[in-house]
T-cell receptor, first 111, second 114 residues
């Protein structure tokens, strides 16, 4: 059974700082996804990572995938309050089970 | 371009009843995926449909079923509702199958089972 672990689960940080959210998974996969969810809202797709070494950037967010280490990172640069949200990673295990999600990282950015 | 729409947005049912939720994807998108979100279990994948065929199914009992129509609209049905089925049900559409492209999510249907 594929397991996806995110850490930290809760993160409070100040504006202007850098930080990284980690997503580890338990079986071989080269397909990993990052999503954002604002309180009471639906999900927004952030990044689709489809190969080892994939790196994608959008604004202050950058995601990377290391399939050998079974690890993806979501790096936040010079955080701003608008990035406060819950961030989820999800992995496609390649079987018929579809996507497996992490528990989410609840990020609060203080002015 | 219209986004993904889901109906109804809110629903209250009682145990033992059944419910049908609807999802209209973005025009031109042929893949629809469904997800359940609860405080206890988090986000869980339900099904993926592409061109009217179920491509993937999550680990849910047979009470959960779905289908996709020729216009790519999708429905999911939950029979014999249980209290634990109370959740936010999200659908997402994308152009291709297998989540290789960006998914666009609807606002969700919030189901409460009493």
């Amino acid at each position: 059974e594929l397991k996806v672990e995110q850490n930290p689960l809760f993160l409070s940080m100040q504006e202007g700082k850098n930080y990284t959210i980690y997503c580890n998974y338990s079986t071989t996969s080269d397909r990993l996804y990052w999503y954002r969810q604002d309180p009471g809202k639906s999900l927004e797709s952030l990044f689709v990572l489809l190969s080892n070494g994939a790196v994608k950037q959008e604004g202050r967010l950058m995601a990377s995938l290391d399939t050998k280490a079974r690890l993806s990172t979501l790096h936040i640069t010079a955080a701003v309050h608008d990035l406060s949200a819950t961030y989820f990673c999800a992995v496609d295990g390649g079987g018929a089970d579809g996507l497996t999600f992490g528990k989410g990282t609840h990020l609060i950015i203080q002015p | 371009k219209a986004g993904v729409t889901q109906t109804p947005r809110y629903l209250i049912k009682t145990r033992g009843q059944q419910v049908t939720l609807s999802c209209s994807p973005i025009s031109g998108h042929r893949s629809v995926s469904w997800y359940q979100q609860t405080p206890g279990q988090g986000l869980q994948f339900l099904f993926e449909y592409f061109s009217e065929t179920q491509r993937n199914k999550g680990n849910f009992p047979g009470r959960f079923s779905g289908r996709q129509f020729s216009n790519s609209r999708s429905e999911m049905n939950v029979s014999t509702l249980e209290l634990g089925d109370s959740a936010l049900y999200l659908c997402a559409s994308s152009r291709g199958q297998g989540w290789q492209e960006t998914q666009y999510f609807g606002p969700g249907t919030r189901l409460l089972v009493l």
